[in-house]
Each structure stands twice: as structure tokens, then as C-alpha cells.
Antibody, heavy 119, light 112 residues
């Protein structure tokens, strides 16, 4: 089955860290760009970060640059998001998503993992 | 950075009716870089349309989209004909092709 499965979300205090993971199955993971997108309930999605298939092109939203780091392990068919210095406004559902190339639309999404930043 | 606005915020229509959703960008973008997504309650977004006009795999032909015939513009629309109960969802437009990829605030379609 073609799918993306995220994990690693949870409740963390402001200033804390979390590492999200996304495992792909059913398609050639190492041929596609991958992204993290977050969404606050009731709001539109927000692109967080993207990485191309060889990790040559990497980008971040201004709101997370310097605090979040995206990476991938093609051998393990996995995408990661290291989130440091978390703030309450980072609270959201975090999705991983696949795109044909780094700048394409997102044609496959995971089910999401919830990140809550609160004291 | 491009900003996307969507209208109306909510559409309430009867089964079998036609819904027309609008997406406007704050600056001219290529029609190659506009997508539409459907998000049903409790689920992740699902790609419906990419490159302004092209339906994603498995999307029924009741869904169609339009944009500028010139290849670039600021006004885009999504049309859903013969509305069915499973079309109840929030629909988002997205500008891509550059960073950051931007999403609109969404239009909620209710089937009453």
C-alpha cells in the first residue's frame, strides 16, 4: 500500500525539543522530494520544510528557520524533522507529504502527528 | 511572498448542485503552479488538481478547475458539479513552484 506514516508527536514544554519521523511504503522513496506541512485546527495548512530526493535542496519557512532541521534516510525510507526551541505557536498537526520534484504539488500525505507545546 | 485568498468562506448547497470556489493570488503566478486540495473532517488534505487544470489520479471528472488562458494570472477557480454528500469538505488552493509554498485559508463546502 502506498502510504506515509508519521510518528514522534506529543506534549512538550516551551523551549523543548521533539523529533518527528515519517516512514514511506509502496513507492520509490528515494526518487521523490518530501516535505513537512503543519496545520492548526480550523486554519489552512502551512508548509514547514522540504528536502529533495538527494538532500541537495533543503528549505524552511521563515517561522521555523534556525530551529527546525529536516533530514532523510533513503535506505530506511524515512523523513525526519528535528524541532528545537519549540514555542506554543508551533502547536499543530504535522503532516509529511510527497512531491514529484522539490517544487511540485503534494500528491501524497500522511495521517499526521499532533505536536502540543505548552507548560 | 504570494498571499492567497479564497471565497466564499463557506458554501452551503444541496445535493446535485454546482459549487464554484475562487482563489486569488496577491501577485501573478504561472498557471503551472496552482493546486487544489480537499480535506474531509479528521483527514489529511488530498490533492485534487495540480498545474491549475490537471486532475490528480482517481479524482472524478465532476471536479474541474480553471485559471488564466495566458499561462499566468491571479484568479483561479474550482468547480464541483453534481454535488454529493462525500464532497462535504474544506477546499484549499496552494501556490507552489517557489518557496515558501503557500496555502489559502480554505472554502468550506456543506451539503445540506
Amino acid at each position: 500500500e502506498v502510504q506515509l506514516v508519521e510518528s514522534g508527536g506529543g506534549l512538550v514544554q516551551p523551549g523543548g525539543s521533539l523529533r518527528l519521523s515519517c516512514v514511506a511504503s509502496g513507492f520509490g522513496f528515494d526518487a521523490y522530494a518530501m516535505h513537512w506541512v503543519r496545520q492548526v485546527p480550523g486554519k489552512g495548512p502551512e508548509w514547514v520544510s522540504g528536502i529533495d530526493f538527494r538532500s541537495y535542496n533543503i528549505g524552511y519557512a521563515d517561522s521555523v528557520r534556525g530551529r527546525f532541521t529536516v533530514s532523510r534516510d533513503n535506505a530506511e525510507r524515512s523523513l525526519f524533522l528535528q524541532m528545537n526551541s519549540l514555542r506554543p505557536d508551533d502547536t499543530a498537526v504535522y503532516y509529511c507529504a510527497k512531491s514529484a520534484t522539490y517544487f511540485d504539488s503534494f500528491d501524497l500525505w500522511g495521517q499526521g502527528t499532533v505536536v502540543s507545546v505548552s507548560s | 511572498e504570494v498571499v492567497l485568498t479564497q471565497s466564499p468562506a463557506t458554501l452551503s448547497l444541496s445535493p446535485g448542485a454546482t459549487a464554484t470556489l475562487s482563489c486569488r493570488t496577491s501577485e501573478i503566478i504561472s498557471t503551472s503552479y496552482l493546486a487544489w486540495y480537499q480535506q474531509r473532517p479528521g483527514l489529511a488534505p488530498r490533492l485534487l488538481i495540480y498545474d491549475s487544470f490537471t486532475r490528480a489520479t482517481g479524482v472524478p471528472d465532476r471536479f474541474s478547475a480553471s485559471g488564466s488562458a495566458s499561462g499566468s494570472g491571479t484568479d483561479f477557480s474550482l468547480t464541483i458539479t453534481r454535488l454529493q454528500p462525500e464532497d462535504s469538505a474544506v477546499y484549499y488552493c496552494q501556490a507552489y513552484g517557489t518557496s515558501p509554498r503557500r496555502f489559502g485559508p480554505g472554502t468550506r463546502v456543506e451539503i445540506k
